[in-house]
């Protein structure tokens, strides 16, 4: 699943080094998966990782996400993983300038992958795990059947259809809640209001549904340029 691993810090054994004061000696350490996307997971450092803003300590991310080592290195994952060139360290003071500063209507756009990327994910798990379902119950199906066939006695096949039906509460996969409570974690920590001092999390409304409202009922910050 790991594709290359690199290690970032302020120390001079790691794979890439920062040397900027407020980077810690082993900062983060980001995989490149198989799939094109990293994994970016914080080793306790003193300033923390950021992924669109948000601290985290493990996440998966996409080379659209922003990744930010303490308060001001922003990376470039691909640029890092020397996927693509150009410069690793992105300018964090960069930003489009603001004529209004509650225009957060570029922002918010990026955020409709996010939904729409959560919803694709939810269905997949969602459908692996019916499939594997109807597979087991198939299988538990055909054993009072075989029974039945075998010794030609009513009693035993009730038995077996009983046995059978305990058996099948025993088997329900508890993994696919495990992957939903994760994707839901993770969804929790990006569909999330742009503003900075806000972050509030959007719910499980649409994003069309927070297009249409036009701001964030939290903070104000202007979702559609229509409400500008
Ligand atoms: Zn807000």
């Given at each position: ?15 890439k080094?920062?040397n ?37 300590k ?28 150009g ?12 004529t ?32 594997k ?11 009072p ?24 509460l025993?088997?329900?996969?508890m ?18 209001c742009p ?17 249409n ?16």
């Open positions: 699943m790991i594709k290359k691993t690199i290690t970032v810090g302020r120390a001079p054994e790691n794979d080094v920062f900027l004061p407020d980077i810690s000696g082993k900062h983060a350490r980001i995989h490149l998966l198989e799939d094109g996307m990293f994994k970016v997971e914080d080793l306790n450092s003193a300033n923390g990782t950021y992924v669109n803003g948000y601290r985290i493990s996440s998966t991310v996409s080379a659209d996400d922003e990744v930010r080592l303490s308060a001001n290195l922003i990376i470039d994952l691909p640029v890092l993983f020397e996927i693509r060139q410069t690793i360290v992105k300018d964090a003071n960069a930003q489009p300038n603001k209004n500063p509650n225009d957060f209507t570029k922002e918010f756009a990026k955020l409709e992958k996010v939904y729409l990327d959560y919803k694709k994910n939810k269905k997949k798990i969602l459908v692996t795990n019916q499939r379902q109807i597979f087991v119950r198939t299988g538990f199906m055909a054993i059947l075989v029974f039945t066939l075998v010794f030609r006695n009513i009693h035993i096949s009730g038995a077996s259809i009983v046995l059978a039906g305990i058996a099948q025993f088997t329900g996969n993994k696919h809640l495990d992957k939903l409570e994760e994707l839901d974690n993770d969804f929790k920590v990006r569909y999330v503003n900075d001092k806000c972050r509030q999390f959007l719910s499980h409304n649409s994003w069309t549904v927070w297009h409202t036009g701001e964030c009922p939290r903070c104000k910050a202007i979702f559609n340029k229509e409400k500008l």
